[in-house]
């Protein structure tokens, strides 16, 4: 049996999506720029999938710039911001279990004079909303605070932070990869700027995604030429691409998220309950509905991910070596793991796609690789 539970790095193309994208790669293959038949279709293509989003997070659709994914939208939000208003302050605000994406923004907007607080989070990985009131500044211009991680689906309150946000008129950006289409959020109730979301973690294609620029916000673009998205994003679109991430919001439906979150809770209680020496990292109760990270005491993350790999199982882990050295990740760092737990961690991710028959396989096959590395380790 195969079973793929990593969908927190990607997820399968739903065939939906294939068949709306489709048409696109070839006879309606314009550019939407044209005032011809060919561009008018592509331009229709595009402006539905903007108003699906758009209604997704109650924003208008010409507040949604099609970028070509979250990496792309945590830029252009965060240099965007800093670039605009830098007569206002040079002052940013986020916190260090956010994704790489932000975090090397915000080094790099160190690096050329800004000035970035990370604030701590807990040992849940949660941020308090106290600490953004104290961290802000007069100089403050942005707080950028993700909806929910990926290593370990913590959700973040945004809905308290975007109001400390807006009571100081400070700009608030969420990063929402994880979350989009998984957890409500109402970008007009809750206050929000600008949000990043990305096609690819919901059954969309890869290489595209959307910042949310609300329409007050001053932003400078990242990308110059043509005036495409508004004057704020130029290059020909993606368009195929466009359309399926539309597709991909449009058929995410509640009951996804219902039979995920059974799929986890099925996964969490067994593998707490049946295997020695394990615990759960993360929120027990403020958690994405498709997460489970585990460390298991005495082993090493990697080793156990490719003995499950060899058995058809795909997850990943928070130990990666990116390096020679086998590091934890900054996540796992910040919520403070002891060096034993955070070798020994692993994310599995459900997705709509899995079955309770693969997620019972594959904790009878984490079962028996746990125990035959903790036999050959030794050490529990
Ligand atoms: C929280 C978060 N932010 C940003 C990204 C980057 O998105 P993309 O792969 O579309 O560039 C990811 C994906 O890995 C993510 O999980």
Redesign the pocket.
Known sequence: MKVYLDN???TPIAEEVLQAMLPFMKERFGNASSLHAWGREARDGIEKARETIAKKLNVSPNEVIFT???????NFALKGIAFANKDKGKHIITQKT?????LQTCKWLESIGFEVTYLDVDKYGMVSPESVVNAIRKDTILVSI?????EIGTIQPIEEIAKICKEREVYFHT????SFTKEPLDAEKIGVDLI?V????IYGP????ALIVREDVKITPLMHGGGHEFGKRSGTENVHGIVGFGKAAEIAKEEHVKHMKKLRDLLIKRVLEEIPNVKLNGHPEKRLCNNANFSFLGIEGEALLMRLDARGIACSTGSACSSRKLEPSHVLRAIGLKPEEAHGSLRLTVGRQNTEEEINYAVDVLKEEVEALRKLSGLV
């Open positions: 927190a790095a990607t070509s994914g979250g990496t792309e939208s945590n956010e994704h790489a994406c932000v993700m909806h929910a991680n990926n990063d929402a990869c994880q990043t990305s096609s690819h973690k890869k290489g595209v995604g």
